[in-house]
């Protein structure tokens, strides 16, 4: 049996930084994932080019951008590792990135840049005395915890034992960065919520977020023929004080409405409840088609032409005889209700397109049972908890990303301060 100062679960954005960083500590890491690539998530996202983070994040005011039970539990590990320290890495790896939209950070080549930056450092553990062995891919059978008679007691005291097709190994500090349950093609599994299970920690319920929502066939028809079609809107769910609104593009799909606007909104969906559309925002839109009819005999989907795209404009109209007329013969009550369901469609979705295409899990391992300092269980010592699978989901546009580096980051410093205070691990063969 093979002794690690420290096992990782998963080899993903957070499994890997935390890898990393781990090494550079001096720890003699072991990083298991099941899935034969590197990373999966990272080299998809963002088109290609990874939104790895995102400069508007403030860490003292986590609950702007993360959903979560307690999203105040991200702030301590946030505020430790920034945005800004994660662009001084990419700087000195000669990584070049720029802003889009909102604060958003991509590569400028290639995702591929990013994993390559992980991977040199998990090398770089070496110069430190540490090691970063990578078994994958490998599937994880078992993982137990206590001390087997056959031990050494010099060497090992409680710990954990995770069997694996490529034999037993153990470790007194095991974390799990086995992510969420989004795209299971590429390697999402369940593991890190059966093994929080295990070991008695609770879970929030789980649900796919940052994800297209669905609406039934029928009521849908009138809109399928409008696949494809994208349009900046504001889209709005709940009341106040809870009330949550983004200004972002909506797009129609063949089965209901995507974009970063429904993506964003999906995270705080729940079946049932209604969703809000305002197609033209910024603009009064019963007081122009008012004014336009003083001044014009044009047809009502031509002037409204003016706000929306030609093709929804048509699309609406054709809903109802009143609205498929040139605008100086309609009625000022059918123009003011024209105004009233594009500025305010209300709308309930029937469902999503669930984990295959979520980019998130909603959900996961309660906060209230993990320390926020080092996201290490409360009831199990050296047992940890980090990225996607713990109960914290950012927004779209990077924010993902930074909580797996900065709880990545937490986690490596205080197995670097376990390390320093424990003897080192052994290999035994
Ligand atoms: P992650 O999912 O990255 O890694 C988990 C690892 O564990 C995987 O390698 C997996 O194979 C492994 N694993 C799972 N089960 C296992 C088992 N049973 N045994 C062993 N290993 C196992 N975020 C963002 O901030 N900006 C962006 O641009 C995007 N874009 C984006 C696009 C798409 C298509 C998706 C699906 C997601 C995003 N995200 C994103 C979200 C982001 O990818 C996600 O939040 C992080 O990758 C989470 O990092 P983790 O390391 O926690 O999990």
Not at 74 to 82: D, E, G, K, P, V
Request: hydrophobic share 40%.
């Amino acid at each position: 049996m093979r002794r690690f100062d420290a096992i990782i679960l998963g080899a993903g954005a957070a499994g890997l930084f935390c890898a990393a960083q781990a090494g550079q500590h001096g720890l003699r890491v072991l990083l298991i994932d099941h899935f034969d690539r590197v990373a999966e998530k990272v080299r998809i996202s963002g088109g290609g080019r990874a939104n790895f983070t995102n400069r508007e994040l403030d860490p003292a005011a986590p609950h702007k951008h993360f959903i979560g039970r307690n999203p105040a539990f991200c702030r301590s590990a946030l505020a430790r590792f920034t945005p800004a320290d994660f662009t001084a890495l990419l700087d000195r790896h000669g990584i070049g990135y720029h802003e889009k939209h909102k604060g958003q950070l991509f590569c400028d080549r290639s995702a591929d840049d990013l994993i390559g930056l992980l991977l040199a450092e998990c090398d770089a553990a070496q110069s430190a005395g540490g090691l970063v062995e990578r078994w994958q891919p490998c599937r994880v059978q078992r993982v137990e915890y206590g001390t087997a008679a056959d031990d050494d007691p010099a060497q090992s005291s409680a710990s954990y034992r995770i069997t694996t097709e490529r034999g037993l190994v153990e470790t007194p500090a095991l974390v799990v960065a086995t992510g969420g349950l989004s795209i299971p093609k590429i390697g999402a599994s369940g593991l890190g919520f059966e093994l929080a299970r295990q070991f008695g920690l609770k879970l929030t319920d789980t649900r796919p977020g940052l994800v297209p929502l669905t609406f039934d066939g029928a009521a849908w028809a009138p809109y399928a023929q409008l696949a494809g079609l994208s349009l900046p809107v504001r889209i709005t769910i709940g009341d106040k004080p809870r009330r949550v609104d983004f200004h972002e593009d909506l797009l129609f799909t063949h089965r209901g409405l995507s974009g970063p606007a429904v993506l964003q909104i999906s995270s705080y969906w729940r079946p049932g409840t209604p969703i809000l559309i305002d197609l033209a925002p910024d603009v009064d839109l019963a007081a122009e088609l008012l004014a336009a009819k003083a001044r014009s005999r044009r047809l009502i989907a031509r002037e409204l032409a003016a706000w929306l795209p030609q093709r929804l404009a048509e699309a609406w109209v054709a809903q109802d005889a009143a609205w498929q007329r040139p605008i100086n013969e309609a009625s000022d009550k059918a123009l003011q209700r024209l105004a009233e369901c594009l500025q305010r469609w209300a709308l309930t979705p029937t469902g999503t397109e669930g984990y295959r295409k979520a980019e998130v899990t909603v959900g996961g391992v309660d906060t209230r049972g993990l320390s926020s300092q080092t996201m290490e269980a409360r009831t199990r010592p050296g047992l940890y908890f980090i990225g996607e699978v713990v109960d914290v989901t950012g927004w779209l546009g990077g924010y993902n990303f930074q909580w797996a580096w900065a709880s990545a980051h937490a986690c490596a410093a205080a197995l670097g301060m376990r390390h320093r205070s424990l003897p080192t691990a052994q290999e035994s063969l």
